[in-house]
């Protein structure tokens, strides 16, 4: 089970025109797996990540996540499947500033009707993986940048997503903390065995990838074949592959 998105075009009101923010998408990201997406500014790449959080709707294709194809589901319906299968780490982990790291984690059990109580050993647990075992009576001011988008990481993960979206981790972090951070994010994906889709403007941090597909101008690179905007999933042993058109 995975992240498909086949054929998926997107567009936003331009003025009395439409502008194409996504055109003919497909992408297929399988558990255990993490996709880079990169891209110059305006290029569709927030796009891609909304359409696969479900959080936006597309003009034409199909989204499907775990096996599930979210068109066609009900608002509610939608709720519920992001709640279950679907973790976001985003630029700024807006964590509440009175709340310890472990209570940031309690409090996505609570959202989903679990009691913080039981809740703990697993905020624990995430808190320790992701380095931060001690640190788990802090308040965010008692972090440092780096200490809490770990934070944010490890909520992202506290109702065992399936399904992994992270935009521009590293972008409030030097380049050591960002590369440390998207390094992490690796091995919990395949760790937890997420299929997980990072959207980053800096390829630098991009070496553990399994693949890193460019969007341009709302398509996807072609893939070497050249069939199309289709970019299947190619096993590579942990070595970067690089499918710019
Ligand atoms: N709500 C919206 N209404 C109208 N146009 C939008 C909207 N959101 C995005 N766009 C346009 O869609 C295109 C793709 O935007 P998107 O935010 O997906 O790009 P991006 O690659 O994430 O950019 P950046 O790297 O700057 O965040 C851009 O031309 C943008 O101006």
Same mark, same amino acid.
């Given at each position: 089970?995975?992240?498909?998105?086949?054929?998926?075009?997107?567009?936003?009101?331009?003025? &009395?025109?439409?502008?194409?923010?996504? $055109?003919?998408?497909?992408?297929?990201?399988?558990?255990?797996? +993490?996709?880079?997406?990169?891209?110059?500014?305006?290029?569709?790449?927030?796009?891609?990540?909304? =359409?696969?959080?479900?959080?936006?709707?597309? $003009?034409?294709?199909? =989204?499907?996540? $775990?096996?599930? #194809?979210?068109?066609?589901?009900?608002?509610?319906?939608?709720?519920?499947?992001?709640?279950?299968?679907?973790?976001?780490?985003?630029?700024?982990?807006?964590?509440?500033?009175? +709340?310890? *790291?472990?209570?940031?984690?309690?409090?996505?059990?609570?959202?989903?009707?679990?009691?913080?109580?039981?809740?703990?050993?697993?905020?624990?647990?995430?808190?320790? *993986?992701?380095?931060? *075992?001690?640190?788990?009576?802090?308040?965010?001011?008692?972090?440092?940048?780096?200490?809490?988008?770990?934070?944010?990481?490890?909520? *992202?993960?506290?109702?065992?997503?399936?399904?992994?979206?992270?935009?521009?981790?590293?972008?409030?972090?030097?380049?050591?903390?960002?590369?440390?951070? =998207? &390094?992490?994010?690796?091995?919990? #994906?395949?760790?937890?065995?997420?299929?997980?889709? +990072?959207?980053?403007?800096?390829?630098?941090?991009?070496?553990?990838?399994?693949?890193?597909?460019?969007?341009?101008?709302?398509?996807?690179? &072609?893939?070497?074949?050249?069939?199309?905007?289709?970019?299947?999933?190619?096993?590579?042993?942990?070595?970067?592959?690089?499918?710019?058109?």
């Amino acid at each position: 089970m995975s992240l498909d998105l086949s054929d998926v075009t997107l567009t936003y009101p331009d003025g &009395d025109d439409r502008l194409t923010a996504l $055109d003919h998408v497909t992408l297929h990201v399988p558990r255990g797996t +993490l996709t880079a997406v990169a891209g110059p500014s305006g290029s569709g790449k927030s796009s891609l990540l909304a =359409v696969a959080a479900t959080l936006v709707t597309p $003009d034409a294709g199909t =989204v499907s996540v $775990d096996g599930v #194809t979210t068109t066609g589901l009900s608002r509610a319906e939608l709720t519920g499947l992001r709640r279950r299968t679907i973790g976001i780490v985003f630029q700024q982990p807006h964590l509440l500033p009175s +709340l310890t *790291a472990l209570e940031q984690l309690q409090l996505m059990a609570s959202i989903d009707g679990r009691s913080p109580a039981g809740a703990r050993g697993r905020a624990l647990e995430l808190l320790a *993986a992701v380095g931060l *075992a001690d640190r788990a009576g802090r308040r965010p001011h008692q972090l440092s940048g780096g200490q809490r988008q770990r934070v944010g990481i490890a909520r *992202a993960l506290m109702n065992e997503p399936t399904l992994l979206l992270v935009d521009e981790p590293t972008s409030a972090l030097d380049h050591e903390r960002g590369a440390a951070v =998207v &390094d992490l994010i690796t091995r919990l #994906t395949r760790e937890r065995g997420t299929a997980t889709v +990072l959207v980053t403007h800096d390829r630098t941090h991009l070496r553990a990838a399994d693949r890193i597909v460019e969007v341009d101008d709302g398509r996807l690179g &072609d893939p070497p074949s050249g069939s199309g905007t289709s970019v299947g999933y190619r096993p590579q042993g942990g070595v970067t592959a690089t499918m710019s058109g």
